[in-house]
């Protein structure tokens, strides 16, 4: 069975992708696992208000295993697990661990976590999680409550072959929630040849999903400016669920220091991000 990974510092944001989390779960039929680093950090957790005193790393297990209690009754897959697990180290890199050895399908993890942690447990962390994940990521925007449907689903496309690799996994998860999908060409140039290729790239993606998939496909081109920053005003105005993007994992370290693209989409996109890891082979 799929198994998804839910990074908790029991802020109210990371609560929050819990629920989202279960509701992914719930559709594909996963497992689901609850993870808190421990990080040397002291806060209590937001649904205990302002009765609770005491450090939360004191009581880590208790609040854990509260959350849960709260959060379980969401969660109807049958024959179906729902647990948890502690780490202790480096935020990012503990998740990623865990993600590895339990063969994590996805990950979903808020944007941005309770103030006083270092650096932040979620935020600061989120971009790196999805640098350094072994699987697709959710990563749900603080702030906001979601509906458990995916109706829409943008797939950005470039002129690269590498942007056409999160296809397979994004079809597939249109494919559980009956989700239609919005190609959006992603053109910073004006010349005439540019917009060809892109257009060309977007007809291989469309001709692959009505290959493998009932699908339903619209296509649309961003041009010119910040593209991350249009990508994600089209992405709300056309009130999409989910907005995937990739992530390269390249053996060229140069490649892997600056992603200001997806580092943008991440932190600004009020709708869920699913990033999806590609490589070089």
């Not at 998804?4 to 109210?12: E, G, R, Y």
């Not at 449907?149 to 950005?156: L, Q, W």
């Not at 993606?205 to 910040?226: F, L, P, T």
């Given at each position: 069975m799929?198994r ?12 929050n ?24 950090d ?12 005491l ?12 959350l ?5 009754v969401?969660?109807y ?6 647990d948890w ?12 661990n865990?993600?590895k ?18 650096d ?9 999680l ?7 990521v959710?990563?749900v ?22 942007s ?5 996994v994004?079809a ?28 060309s ?12 998939a ?32 990739r ?27 699913l990033?999806?890891p590609?490589?070089?082979m």
């Amino acid at each position: 069975m799929k198994r998804i990974l839910i990074p908790v510092d029991f802020s109210k944001d990371s609560v929050n992708a819990v629920k989202y989390g279960i509701n992914v779960a719930n559709k594909l039929s996963a497992d689901v696992r609850l993870i808190h680093v421990r990080t040397g950090d002291n806060y209590a957790p937001e649904f205990a208000g302002n009765e609770v005193m005491l450090k939360i790393n004191d009581q880590l297990e208790i609040w854990i295993k509260e959350l849960l209690e709260r959060v379980k009754v969401d969660y109807y897959v049958a024959g179906g697990k729902i647990d948890w697990k502690i780490r202790e180290g480096n935020v990012f890199q503990e998740i990623a661990n865990q993600a590895k050895y339990d063969d994590t399908s996805l990950i979903v993890v808020a944007s941005h976590g309770a103030s006083g942690f270092q650096d932040k447990f979620i935020g600061s962390n989120a971009y790196r999680l999805v640098a350094n994940a072994p699987c697709p990521v959710i990563v749900v925007r603080h702030g906001v409550v979601y509906d458990s449907d995916i109706e829409k689903i943008i797939i950005p496309v470039d002129f690269s072959k590498e942007s056409t690799k999160i296809v397979p996994v994004v079809a597939g998860l249109a494919t559980v929630y009956h989700s239609k999908i919005i190609l959006v060409g992603l053109r910073d140039s004006g010349f005439k040849h540019v917009l060809l290729r892109i257009k060309s790239q977007m007809a291989l993606v469309e001709r692959y999903i009505q290959e493998h998939a009932d699908i339903e496909v619209e296509k649309v081109v961003v041009s010119g400016g910040n593209l991350a920053k249009k990508l994600i005003t089209f992405a709300e105005e056309a009130n999409v669920d989910v907005l995937a993007i990739r992530i390269h994992h390249s053996s060229n370290p140069f490649e892997n220091i600056f992603r200001p693209f997806t580092n943008c989409i991440i932190n600004n996109s009020s709708v869920p991000v699913l990033v999806v890891p590609t490589t070089d082979m």
